[in-house]
């Protein structure tokens, strides 16, 4: 088995920083893409950031400028940087991976359990 561990939300200030954290463990051989999604109360889920193996990233234009997503493939982990928080980014984080399975073909998909992030004066 995989799991996917989220940690580093909390209750922050308008205008103020947090660092998500989001660490691979089990019987993985690699990650392949990681990715960073958000759902907030009665809104779907959405994409917030993502980066690929080779370090290629993308980002939702709301979150462009203040996220920073990063990984550390040593440490099968992925970052999210967020500065410059809103009210607006009050959600529920979920980390996303593509991962190579030891001896096993193809890559599967996981998902955490989700950290919760409310910007709140």
């Known amino acids: 088995q995989v799991q996917l561990v989220e940690s580093g939300g909390g209750l922050v200030q308008p205008g103020g920083s947090l660092r998500l954290s989001c660490a691979a463990s089990g ?3 690699s990650v392949n893409d990681w990715g960073w999604y958000r759902q907030a109360p009665g809104k779907q889920r959405e994409l917030v950031a993502t980066i690929t193996t080779g370090g290629s990233t993308n980002y939702a ?3 462009k400028g203040r996220f920073t ?5 040593a440490k099968n982990t992925m970052y999210l940087q967020m500065n ?3 009210p607006e980014d009050t959600a ?3 980390c996303n991976a593509q991962i190579k399975l030891i001896l096993a073909p193809g890559l599967y998909d996981y998902w955490g359990q989700g ?3 409310i910007v709140s004066s």
């Open 69 to 73: 997503i990063s990984r550390d493939n």
């Open 84 to 86: 410059s928080l809103m």
């Open 92 to 94: 529920v984080y979920y």
């Open 115 to 117: 950290t919760q992030v």
């Open 27 to 29: 019987r993985l051989f």
């Open 61 to 63: 234009d709301s979150v």
